[in-house]
């Protein structure tokens, strides 16, 4: 069965500074991965998702994410993180468009 | 265009009284899905819906919770009779059939079991 590990639980960044939130993926078979986020009182919202095309994959307000098959990996980044960034975030894995596994989630605070 | 909608988004209800929540999803979207999360945690799938058929519903727990999507379009997810456990955010989502990845979510029903 498919699962994600998101390895922290919080990041902390201050305005400006760059952004990782790390996740690692176990999958049978080669895996389409996203992430979305959720910012407080509000649905969640596909950030990005790598089918097997590119392994860097952009995505909305600055985010990028790499697949690395040799670690499992699928980190996402933005080069400078802005105040309304700060939100949940969840690294999903599916073996199958229809069927979503969700991480922990990672909670990202912004400082001025 | 409007999201999916979902209501109510708070309940509070004392425990082994039933509860039920609301959705309508995005327009043209064949795929309804019901979420559970709980706190700190992500969301873990309860059902799918492809049109009116239930295609997994796997993870729902069928002793007490029930689910329909009558006519394929909205949905409703009842309780009966809730559990303090039962505490959590239902959330529903909708997607295109052809099965892109996207999910669109609702806001979320946010349950309290006293």
């Known amino acids: 069965a498919q699962s994600v590990t998101q390895l922290d639980s919080h990041v902390s960044v201050s305005e400006g500074t760059p952004v990782l939130l790390r996740c690692n993926y176990s999958?049978?078979?080669?895996?389409?991965l996203f992430w979305y986020v959720q910012h407080p009182n509000k649905g969640l919202q596909l950030l990005l998702k790598?089918?097997?095309?590119?392994?860097l994959v952009k995505g909305i307000n600055g985010f990028e994410a790499e697949f690395k098959k040799s670690e499992t990996s699928f980190h996402l980044t933005k080069p400078s993180a802005h105040m309304s960034d700060a939100a949940e975030y969840f690294c999903?894995?599916?073996?199958?468009?229809?069927?979503?596994?969700f991480g922990t989630g990672t909670r990202l605070l912004v400082s001025p | 265009e409007a999201g999916v909608v979902q209501s109510p988004r708070y309940k509070i209800i004392e425990k082994k009284q039933p509860v039920a929540f609301w959705c309508n999803p995005i327009?043209?979207?064949?795929?309804l899905y019901w979420y559970l999360q709980n706190l700190g945690q992500g969301p873990e799938l309860l059902i799918r819906?492809?049109?009116?058929?239930?295609?997994?519903d796997s993870q729902l727990p069928k002793d007490r919770f029930s689910a329909e999507r009558l006519k394929g379009v909205d949905s409703t997810l009842k309780i009966q009779p809730a559990e303090l456990g039962d505490s959590a955010v239902y959330l529903c989502?909708?997607?295109?059939?052809?099965?892109?990845?996207?999910?669109?979510f609702g806001e979320g029903s946010r349950l309290t079991v006293l």
């Open positions: 790598y089918t097997s095309a590119a392994t």
């Open positions: 989502a909708s997607s295109l059939s052809e099965g892109t990845g996207e999910l669109f």
């Open positions: 999958s049978s078979y080669s895996p389409s």
């Open positions: 327009s043209g979207h064949n795929t």
């Open positions: 819906y492809e049109n009116e058929e239930a295609v997994d």
């Open positions: 999903v894995v599916s073996e199958g468009f229809q069927k979503l596994v």
